[in-house]
């Protein structure tokens, strides 16, 4: 029998959290024989460590390179999240990349079953507020972003950390209009226009709750969701600046 599994690959990850390193890769690209299993060892991670106790997680992010794509899903730790001007020298990371993001905020609670009947038409009635988030991409993996893609959604959706800025009244804006303005200490600026992959912020909120929902679980009233990248993933070093705005929203900056 290969020591291989979805359990001995959750304490791999459990290991590499606690003592602050990165693992290989090595022996485990067929450990995960899909999303759900991948899903569980997120779940044992987040178990293991204490991240949420007996409350469901209170931030997420969620995403996908388009609307064909499968979307991916990650609950995030707390001790990650922090408002912005945010600091994060005190923290582990290893690879450091930079996600400019707008990130959601719930009005109300969400139930399964509102979750099962609910489409893009009626997901936006559901958000209260918007701010612009920056995600600290990070890797327990040696190998970064080349490792399969079950791996990196296993671990967390290579999640690091994230900054919140100030809440703004969700109101709807031509999202393909909307300018986002990246800067990673001294690199030059980088600058896109209606760059979100999916669209709209609010389309994958469907696909996220019905994920969140799953097995039974109501999603609380001010829980957040980040929706995806207008950059990519920019590198960044320790001891960078980084400030993302989007104009008519916000802006927010951080301290590697």
């Keep these: 029998m290969s020591s291989y599994t979805p359990a001995a690959l959750a304490d791999l990850l459990i290991a590499a959290r606690r003592e602050g390193r990165t693992v290989s ?3 485990w690209e067929t450990a995960l024989q899909g999303a759900e299993q991948a899903y569980a060892v997120q779940d044992a991670v987040a ?5 949420f106790s007996d409350a469901p997680a209170q931030h997420w992010k969620s995403g996908g390179a388009s609307r064909q794509a499968a979307l991916t899903h990650a609950p995030l730790a707390p001790a990650g999240v ?3 001007p945010a600091a994060f ?3 582990t990371l290893h690879t450091r990349g930079i996600e400019a993001e707008i990130a959601l905020r719930l009005r109300e609670d969400v139930t399964p ?5 609910l489409t893009p038409d009626d997901a936006a009635s559901l958000v209260e507020a918007m701010t612009v988030s920056i995600e600290i991409v990070d890797s327990r993996w040696q190998e970064g972003s080349q490792v399969p893609a079950l791996l990196r959604l296993a671990d967390s959706q290579s999640h ?3 900054a919140l800025g100030a809440w703004v009244s969700y109101a709807a804006r031509d999202w393909s209009a909307q300018r986002c303005e990246a800067r990673v200490g001294a690199q030059e600026p980088v600058v896109r226009t209606g760059t979100l992959s999916v669209g709209e912020p609010t389309w994958l909120l469907p696909i996220w709750l019905r994920h969140a929902t799953r097995h039974g679980a109501t999603v609380a009233a001010s ?3 980040t929706t995806g990248t207008w950059v990519g993933v920019l590198p960044a070093q320790r001891g960078d600046f980084v400030s993302v705005e989007f104009p008519g929203i916000g802006r927010t900056t951080l301290q590697l």
Excluded at 47 to 51: F, I, P, S, T, V
Excluded at 113 to 117: L, N
């Design 113 to 117: 079953e509102v979750a099962k009947r």
């Design 223 to 225: 829980t957040v969701v």
């Design 82 to 84: 922090r408002a912005s």
């Design 160 to 162: 690091g950390a994230l």
């Design 89 to 91: 020298g005190d923290l």
């Design 25 to 27: 890769a090595g022996g």
């Design 47 to 51: 178990a293991a460590l204490g991240w």
